[in-house]
C-alpha cells in the first residue's frame, strides 16, 4: 500500500492563479481531511470528507474549494490565490472515527504564493 | 467545540534528560486523544493514542503519555531523551462523535547531543 499520496510536492503561484492539490489513498478509508500547517500556529482544518459526495467545511474553508467524487481522491482548489495561502498542505485519511483510529497523512504539499 | 493547548512553544533538553510535554484540551465528553511527531521535513507520524482504558498509554520508540481527566490533560513524557528525538510533537483531540481531529499549535523539541 502507498497510503496517502500527495502531488505536487512542491508550487509555487501567482498571486490570482489557481491550481489543484491532489491526494489519493488506497487504504479504502472513508474519512479524508485537509489541513494546512503555518509555523507555530499547528494544524488548521480545511475542509473534510465522510465519504465519496459528501465534504463539509473545517475551521479555514475561505478560498479553498473540494470535491469527492471517488472513495480514494480526494482534490483540494484554490481559485484566486493569495499570499495568505503560502502554506504546508496535508492531506488525511481514516477508516473511522471511533475507537481512537488515528489519521494517516500524507507526505504534503508546499505552497508559496508570490 | 474543542480544544487543545500545549504549554512549551520551544523545549531544549540535553540528551539523557527527561521529558514532559503538556497538554490540556477543552471537551465536555468522552474524548479520544493522539500525540503525533513529525520529524524535520517531514509528515505528521502517530506517537501514542488514548481512546479508553488504561490511562497511561505507551507508545513506540519509549514515549508514554497519560490521561487525567479530572486536570483534562494527556501528557506526553519520555524518560531519556535521544538526539533522535528532536522533532516537533503535536497534542490532538477528537471528541465523541465527531469528525474533527483538533491539533495544538505544537512543541518544538531540540535535543542537544
Known amino acids: 500500500n502507498a497510503g496517502v499520496t500527495q502531488t505536487p510536492k512542491f508550487r509555487i503561484l501567482k498571486i490570482g492563479q489557481s491550481m489543484t492539490l491532489q491526494c489519493t489513498q488506497d487504504?479504502?478509508?472513508?474519512?479524508m481531511y485537509w489541513y494546512r500547517q503555518d509555523p507555530g500556529m499547528g494544524l488548521k482544518l480545511i475542509y473534510y470528507?465522510?465519504?465519496?459526495?459528501?465534504?463539509d467545511k473545517g475551521e479555514v474553508p475561505n478560498g479553498y474549494n473540494v470535491s469527492r467524487s471517488t472513495t480514494e481522491d480526494f482534490p483540494l482548489r484554490l481559485e484566486l490565490a493569495a499570499p495568505s495561502q503560502t502554506s504546508v498542505y496535508f492531506c488525511?485519511?481514516?477508516?473511522?472515527?471511533?475507537?481512537?483510529?488515528?489519521?494517516?497523512f500524507g507526505n504534503g504539499t508546499r505552497l508559496t504564493v508570490t | 467545540a474543542q480544544s487543545v493547548s500545549q504549554h512549551n512553544h520551544h523545549v531544549i533538553l540535553s540528551e539523557a534528560a527527561s521529558l514532559e510535554l503538556g497538554c490540556n484540551y477543552s471537551y465536555g465528553g468522552t474524548v479520544n486523544l493522539f500525540w503525533y511527531v513529525q520529524y524535520p521535513g517531514q509528515h505528521l507520524q502517530l506517537l501514542l493514542k488514548?481512546?479508553?482504558?488504561?490511562?497511561l498509554v505507551k507508545g513506540i520508540k519509549g514515549f508514554e503519555a497519560e490521561f487525567i481527566k479530572s486536570k483534562f490533560s494527556f501528557n506526553l513524557r519520555k524518560p531519556s531523551v535521544q538526539w533522535s528525538d528532536t522533532a516537533e510533537y503535536f497534542c490532538a483531540v477528537r471528541g465523541a462523535g465527531s469528525y474533527q481531529l483538533t491539533f495544538g499549535k505544537g512543541t518544538k523539541l531540540s535535543v542537544i547531543p
Open positions: 487504504m479504502n478509508h472513508n474519512y
Open positions: 488514548y481512546f479508553s482504558g488504561d490511562p
Open positions: 488525511a485519511s481514516s477508516p473511522r472515527t471511533s475507537g481512537g483510529s488515528p489519521l494517516h
Open positions: 470528507s465522510v465519504g465519496a459526495g459528501i465534504t
